[in-house]
């Protein structure tokens, strides 16, 4: 079986594709056309594990998002290296704010991702539905 690897840098999780393109190894099965041809054709992605990816994202967001409430709570004070040290201290005041950025893009990074996951969700499931709808009133036409 054939898995798609999606990593966020957090979390990872491997969804399994199925089609008959290529093995484990990446070899093709015997007959098979390079195109995927000989009946073959493409692969599926198995909607619920991407759902369930979708909803990690969403808690992983959540958790990024408290360590940025504490990080905007939590500051070093002028004086943590002396009085006569506080410049050194202020010099740091743009690499905190720097970092206070960056934590706030992903947890808007992991937002969007969850959101366009879940609609890519909500899509395989509305085809996967209409071909099924498709296929039930062929069978009942014949």
């Known amino acids: 079986m054939i898995f798609a690897q999606v990593s966020t840098g957090l979390s990872e999780v491997r969804f399994?594709?199925?089609?008959?393109?290529?093995?484990?190894?990446?070899?093709?099965?015997?007959?098979?056309?390079?195109?995927?041809?000989?009946?073959?054709?493409?692969?599926?992605?198995?909607?619920?594990?991407?759902a369930v990816h979708g909803r990690q994202l969403a808690d992983l967001s959540t958790r990024v998002q408290g360590a940025v409430d504490a990080a905007r709570t939590v500051s070093m004070p002028t004086d943590a290296y002396g009085i006569l040290c506080q410049p050194f201290r202020m010099m740091l005041d743009p690499?905190?704010?720097?970092?206070?950025?960056?934590?706030?893009?992903?947890?808007?990074?992991?937002?969007?991702?969850?959101?366009?996951?879940?609609?890519?969700?909500?899509?395989?499931?509305?085809?996967?539905d209409g071909v099924a709808q498709t296929f039930r009133d062929i069978n009942g036409a014949g």
């Open 16 to 50: 399994p594709l199925r089609g008959p393109a290529y093995d484990h190894c990446g070899n093709r099965p015997a007959g098979a056309r390079r195109d995927g041809g000989a009946g073959m054709s493409g692969y599926e992605i198995v909607a619920e594990q991407l």
């Open 95 to 128: 690499v905190e704010s720097l970092g206070l950025t960056a934590l706030g893009g992903a947890v808007d990074a992991l937002d969007a991702s969850g959101t366009e996951i879940e609609g890519a969700v909500r899509q395989y499931r509305e085809m996967e």
